[in-house]
Structure formats: C-alpha cells, structure tokens
T-cell receptor
Framework: GDSVTQMEGPVTLSEEAFLTINCTYT??????LFWYVQYPGEGLQLLLK?????DKGSNKGFEATYRKETTSFHLEKGSVQVSDSAVYFC?????????????FGRGTQLTVWP | NAGVTQTPKFQVLKTGQSMTLQCAQD?????MYWYRQDPGMGLRLIYY???????DKGEVPNGYNVSRLNKREFSLRLESAAPSQTSVYFC???????????FGSGTRLTVV
C-alpha cells in the first residue's frame, strides 16, 4: 500500500544553518507529494507541493524536488530561522486512487536556536 | 476568513460520555476528513467523506461515527468516550486529487 517514511527527529539547528529533512515514499500509482508544517497549538498548513516527477515545490525559502527514480521528496532550506521551529510532515496522495486520502509521515520536530 | 472551522477547541469528557465534534468548511470542497493526532503516531485517518452523502472508514474508525450533514458540514461523534480516545482531532477538506488539504485548528479532547 501507499506509505511515507520521513526521518525521525528531533532535529536541532542553529539559526542560519542548512536544513534537510528526508522523505521517501511508496505508492502504487502516480502520487502528488506534499510538505505540511504544524506550529505549536495549531493545525497543519500546506507548505509546498509537487504533482509530477522532477517538479520542484517551493515556499518561504523551503524547497523539495519530486524524485521518481529514488522515490524521494526531501525538504531543504538554506538558512533556517527561529520562526521555522515546528513539526514538518511529508504526505502523498495517489491521484489514481478513488479514495482521495492523503498518507502522512510521522512528522519531524525541528527546533532552531538563536 | 475562508477555511475550516472546528468546534469546540478543547473538551474534557468522563469515560462513557458522548459528544459530537463539529466541522464546517466554506470553500465548497467535496471531500472532508477526520484525523486524530497522537504523539509518535503522526496523523491517522478516522473517517472521510468523498462527497456529500457518502462516508467511509479510515484506519481507526472503531468508537466513532460520522455524519456528512451537507456539503459544508462533517461531524464526528463519540458515543461512549474511552481514555484511549484522548487525542487532538483535526478536520480537513480538499478540492480535488492534486490539491492538498486545508485543516482546521483542531479539537483537543481529554477523556478521564
């Protein structure tokens, strides 16, 4: 079945450090891929998405490239800020499925220190 | 502001009590979902509704029921609450297969 595996946290970085959060997926069809962010006490917000192979999603300095050959969608940011501290979730949707649900990874807690 | 509205934000129940979590979206989305979030478990799908008038079970439906009242509203009911249902509950909606979800801000439920 469809599934998402993302690196376990917590991840702790200093401000302006480079961030990578790994995400790999298993899907039977042709998935769309997403990264969501959850700030403390809030719901999940869509950070970026990619709908086909080699697409790059980007938002707020974050980027992720849909790599079909390695079934990966790693999240990167060149210089993190304290305000980026949050939990990050990788997710996929199999567009060929009639069920229409998203499959989420377990989340990666990021803490950025000044 | 357009989005998904959940009520209540916080609730404490005694074991065996019942309650309904409300969810409404004003984006004219067809699909709506209920998830629970537990530490170390990520998000698990309880029930979903692909369109008005249809509902289906997700990964963890036991102990819950849902109603898709109309296109806007999708409620989740706990008939007899158990401590294992202590969790944060999120409602979400989506426009179509290539789009992500829009989430509500969640309901933090504690069952004692």
């Amino acid at each position: 079945g469809d599934s998402v595996t993302q690196m376990e946290g917590p991840v702790t970085l200093s401000e302006e450090a480079f961030l990578t959060i790994n995400c790999t997926y298993t899907a039977t069809g042709y998935p769309s891929l997403f990264w969501y962010v959850q700030y403390p006490g809030e719901g999940l917000q869509l950070l970026l998405k990619a709908t086909k192979a080699d697409d790059k999603g980007s938002n707020k300095g974050f980027e992720a490239t849909y790599r079909k050959e390695t079934t990966s969608f790693h999240l990167e940011k060149g210089s993190v800020q304290v305000s980026d501290s949050a939990v990050y979730f990788c997710a996929l949707n199999d567009r060929g499925s009639t069920l229409g649900r998203l499959y989420f990874g377990r989340g990666t807690q990021l803490t950025v220190w000044p | 502001n357009a989005g998904v509205t959940q009520t209540p934000k916080f609730q404490v129940l005694k074991t065996g009590q019942s309650m309904t979590l409300q969810c409404a979206q004003d984006m004219n989305h067809n699909s709506m979902y209920w998830y629970r979030q537990d530490p170390g478990m990520g998000l698990r799908l309880i029930y979903y509704s692909a369109s008005e008038g249809t509902t289906d079970k997700g990964e963890v439906p036991n102990g819950y029921n849902v109603s898709r009242l109309n296109k806007r509203e999708f409620s989740l009911r706990l008939e007899s609450a158990a401590p294992s249902q202590t969790s944060v509950y999120f409602c979400a909606s989506r426009e179509g297969a290539i789009y992500g979800y829009t989430f509500g801000s969640g309901t933090r439920l504690t069952v004692v």
